[in-house]
């Protein structure tokens, strides 16, 4: 147990939804990175905050936003779903040099 | 910008054989290296990491790496298999900012399916 938490662990919607993916972070991290797996695209990197603050954007779609509240957990926020959307989605959180990942979201779109 | 490259999208071995999963790696600054491992429906684990202390790193589960910055490779090893092993592996590369209160995003290599022979 990596001590990150997600939720929900499965979510299957239909294209066009809007849905919203949850993560706690390690107690005390205060870096909360997201990452999308897929079978053609591998893992990558979305989007990255700390503290609150955006720090860094990575291969994220204008579709998706993320935000990191006040007590650090974090949601990423995916719209207009398209089929090409279902993938894992990873959120991982770290103190210093360490990344330490959640079981994950595995995201399906009819 | 980063990138990395895991040779052999899938390695069988037999139990007991010695397990060599490679990994090369291109990075402009001197980088933070990682191997995880993800199990079947599981999250990704942290197997070990080199952040430019020792060269030869051990890691969990009686796995090791070496950082060779002449090669630009970071290969997985372990000296005999288990069965326990087969599981998919990353290789990847931190743009850590060395010093600084945040740590950079990761760039995975394409990952290597380790399966176990009996």
């Known amino acids: 147990d990596s001590g990150v938490t997600q939720t929900p662990k499965h979510l299957i919607t239909a294209t066009g939804q809007r849905v919203t993916l949850r993560c706690s972070p390690r107690s005390g991290d205060l870096s909360v990175y997201w990452y999308q797996q897929s079978l053609d695209q591998g893992l990558q990197f979305l989007i990255q905050?700390?503290?609150?603050?955006?720090?860094a954007k990575g291969n994220i779609l204008e579709r998706f936003s993320a935000q990191q509240f006040p007590d650090l957990h974090s949601e990423l926020n995916l719209s207009s779903l398209e089929l090409g959307d279902s993938a894992l989605y990873f959120c991982?959180?770290?103190?210093?040099?360490?990344?330490?990942f959640g079981p994950g979201t595995r995201l399906t779109v009819l | 910008a980063q990138s990395v490259t895991q040779l052999g999208s899938h390695v069988s071995v037999s139990e007991g054989a010695l397990v060599l999963l490679r990994c090369n790696y291109s990075?402009?600054?001197?980088?933070?290296l990682f191997w995880y491992v993800q199990y079947p429906n599981q999250g990704l684990q942290l197997l070990l990491k080199?952040?430019?202390?020792?060269?030869l790193v051990k890691g969990i589960n009686g796995f090791e790496a070496e950082f060779k910055k002449s090669e630009t490779s970071f290969h997985l090893t372990k000296p005999s298999a288990h069965m326990s092993d087969a599981a998919e592996y990353f290789c990847?590369?931190?743009?850590?900012?060395?010093?600084?209160?945040?740590?950079?995003?990761?760039?995975f290599g394409q990952g290597t399916i380790l399966t176990v022979h009996p």
């Open positions: 080199y952040t430019s202390a020792a060269t």
């Open positions: 990075s402009s600054v001197p980088p933070y």
């Open positions: 991982a959180s770290s103190a210093l040099d360490t990344q330490y």
């Open positions: 905050y700390y503290n609150g603050e955006e720090r």
């Open positions: 990847a590369v931190s743009d850590a900012r060395a010093g600084g209160t945040s740590y950079g995003k990761l760039t």
